[in-house]
């Protein structure tokens, strides 16, 4: 992912200090602020997906994909809906995500206790 872009979409979904893209809307005007504001909205959504799969008592999931080691594979449960939602990341926005308030630790595999 390019430097740039990255950077951006660190600052986009920062909720302690967000980008404003009003304010900012030259940045947005060409192709990289572009991408940017694409993987901040997917994110985002992503974000809010695993919080609702994990109100309803679900455990999302990551994993390596199976058929490109750089890629992660995101796995969330809907209960309420009984459906599943997979979602392909590259490396650079696997680490973004997890980046995000709560993301890491909900994203960790928990391991039942042998006591």
Do not use: W, Y
């Amino acid at each position: 992912m390019d430097p740039f872009v990255r950077r951006l979409v660190e600052r986009l979904t920062d909720p302690t200090r967000p980008l404003s893209r009003n304010r900012h809307f030259h940045t947005f005007d060409n192709p990289e602020g572009k991408q940017a504001l694409r993987i901040a909205r997917r994110l985002q959504a992503l974000r809010h997906d695993i919080e609702k799969c994990l109100l309803e008592g679900g455990q999302p999931s990551a994993r390596p994909a199976e058929l490109r080691s750089e890629q992660r594979q995101v796995e969330i449960s809907f209960a309420s809906l009984k459906s599943r939602r997979r979602t392909l990341l590259e490396a650079d926005e696997f680490e973004l995500l997890c980046a995000l308030p709560g993301m890491r630790a909900a994203l960790q595999p928990k391991h039942p206790r042998g006591d």
